[in-house]
């Protein structure tokens, strides 16, 4: 094993295995790279967001309940429900990144990565389940409009967007982590939700019109629906083992295809470890394979820093023996 300290990569060996038929070879070579890039870094460290946002979100939302009961305001008390919703939100994309970093076992051999994948598909039913919760509502004071004490609805909901624009703010800078993307959508509704409720309270101050509070609660809702629907699209595809967004399969393939010797590239596969990283799997055929580990090196090298591939496994092949009977297009 080769450890390249500028670079924080590390090249395992390569093995080659005889499978009884003569001349024909099998090589691995895996490639990991914690740099810059794509996917192929881990995790970022957002342990200190989550504790102050799951702290500050679950003390408002006890004191957003506790002026909901008392002015009878039903719109605050399902913000609070909605709240409270995110802050469960929070806690599993939280645990999420640390079950992450666990180490691997002879069981799961990944360690448990995939977490963070599984965390922004729930995050993302959740968001949709709290939409339905706000259609629900709103619906139902269409029908059966109620007084609210407007001022302690809006002093409490302005406090409220407050919180939730702080807590999106420090998620800001994780959007390449589709779980850290999951929560700043999260807060980043929780804060427009408050921030309608505040327009709605106001609003029903001055004209005394009951219809504005539900009309406003289903326009945020469209907006959450529309800014989720891309989160839980890729939280479905990731789940599924699809290529990552954003990254070109068959690029990937052309790039293999020009590295010196290779004459064919076979059983293709990438797919996505976690919410971060990125892992491949692929057969290359190379008449002339003296040169192998020099080969296997630069290869996980390129993958990792031209495409975010940092967990690259190379099948290298001859093509002395009989072809390899995943050479089939649809073989996986």
Same mark, same amino acid.
């Given at each position: 094993?080769?450890?390249?300290?500028?670079?924080?990569?590390?090249?395992? /060996?390569?093995?080659?295995?005889? /499978?009884? =038929?003569?001349?024909?070879?099998?090589?691995?070579?895996?490639?990991?790279?914690?740099?810059?890039?794509?996917?192929?870094?881990?995790?970022?460290?957002?342990?200190?967001?989550?504790?102050? #946002?799951?702290?500050?979100?679950?003390?408002?939302?006890?004191?957003? =309940? #506790?002026?909901?009961?008392?002015?009878?305001?039903?719109?605050?008390?399902?913000?609070?429900?909605?709240?409270?919703?995110? %802050?469960?939100?929070?806690?599993?994309?939280?645990?999420?990144?640390?079950?992450?970093?666990?180490?691997?076992?002879?069981?799961?051999?990944?360690?448990?990565?995939?977490?963070?994948?599984?965390?922004?598909?729930?995050?993302?039913?959740?968001?949709?389940?709290?939409?339905?919760?706000?259609?629900?509502?709103?619906? /139902?004071?269409?029908?059966?409009?109620?007084?609210?004490?407007?001022?302690?609805?809006?002093?409490?909901?302005?406090? $409220?967007?407050?919180?939730?624009?702080?807590?999106?703010?420090?998620?800001?800078?994780?959007?390449?982590?589709?779980?850290?993307?999951? =929560?700043?959508?999260?807060?980043?509704?929780?804060?427009?939700?408050?921030?309608?409720?505040?327009?709605?309270?106001?609003?029903?101050?001055?004209?005394?019109?009951?219809?504005?509070?539900?009309?406003?609660?289903?326009?945020?809702?469209?907006?959450?629906?529309?800014?989720?629907?891309?989160?839980?699209?890729?939280?479905?595809?990731?789940?599924?083992?699809?290529?990552?967004? #954003?990254?070109?399969?068959?690029?990937?393939?052309?790039?293999?295809?020009?590295?010196?010797? %290779?004459?064919?590239?076979?059983?293709?596969?990438?797919?996505?470890?976690?919410?971060?990283?990125?892992?491949?799997?692929?057969? %290359?055929?190379?008449?002339?394979?003296?040169?192998?580990?020099?080969?296997?090196?630069?290869?996980?090298?390129?993958?990792?820093?031209?495409?975010?591939? $940092?967990?690259?496994?190379?099948?290298?092949?001859?093509?002395?023996?009989?072809?390899?009977?995943?050479?089939?297009?649809?073989? %996986?």
């Amino acid at each position: 094993m080769a450890h390249d300290h500028s670079s924080h990569r590390h090249d395992d /060996h390569d093995h080659d295995h005889d /499978h009884g =038929a003569p001349g024909h070879a099998h090589s691995h070579g895996h490639g990991h790279s914690h740099g810059p890039g794509g996917h192929s870094h881990a995790p970022k460290d957002f342990g200190r967001a989550f504790a102050i #946002g799951v702290g500050l979100n679950f003390a408002f939302v006890l004191a957003e =309940a #506790g002026v909901g009961l008392w002015s009878g305001s039903l719109a605050l008390l399902a913000d609070a429900g909605h709240n409270l919703s995110d %802050v469960l939100s929070l806690l599993l994309a939280w645990g999420a990144t640390i079950l992450a970093k666990a180490a691997p076992t002879s069981r799961r051999t990944y360690g448990l990565r995939k977490a963070t994948i599984l965390a922004s598909l729930a995050n993302a039913v959740l968001l949709l389940v709290a939409v339905g919760v706000i259609v629900s509502e709103a619906i /139902h004071r269409f029908a059966e409009p109620a007084p609210i004490a407007t001022w302690p609805v809006m002093i409490v909901a302005a406090i $409220g967007v407050v919180i939730n624009t702080a807590t999106a703010l420090m998620f800001m800078k994780g959007h390449e982590d589709l779980n850290i993307r999951g =929560a700043f959508l999260h807060m980043a509704a929780d804060a427009a939700v408050s921030l309608a409720v505040v327009i709605g309270a106001g609003a029903i101050a001055l004209t005394g019109l009951l219809w504005i509070d539900p009309a406003l609660s289903l326009l945020i809702a469209a907006v959450i629906v529309i800014g989720t629907w891309a989160l839980l699209r890729e939280s479905v595809d990731l789940a599924l083992d699809a290529a990552p967004r #954003g990254l070109d399969v068959e690029a990937v393939r052309a790039w293999l295809l020009a590295r010196p010797g %290779v004459s064919e590239v076979h059983d293709l596969h990438v797919w996505a470890m976690s919410t971060t990283e990125t892992a491949m799997t692929a057969h %290359v055929t190379r008449p002339d394979n003296s040169d192998s580990d020099e080969f296997l090196h630069a290869a996980c090298e390129g993958l990792a820093g031209k495409f975010g591939i $940092g967990h690259a496994t190379l099948q290298v092949e001859t093509g002395h023996a009989a072809a390899c009977r995943l050479a089939n297009a649809h073989a %996986v």
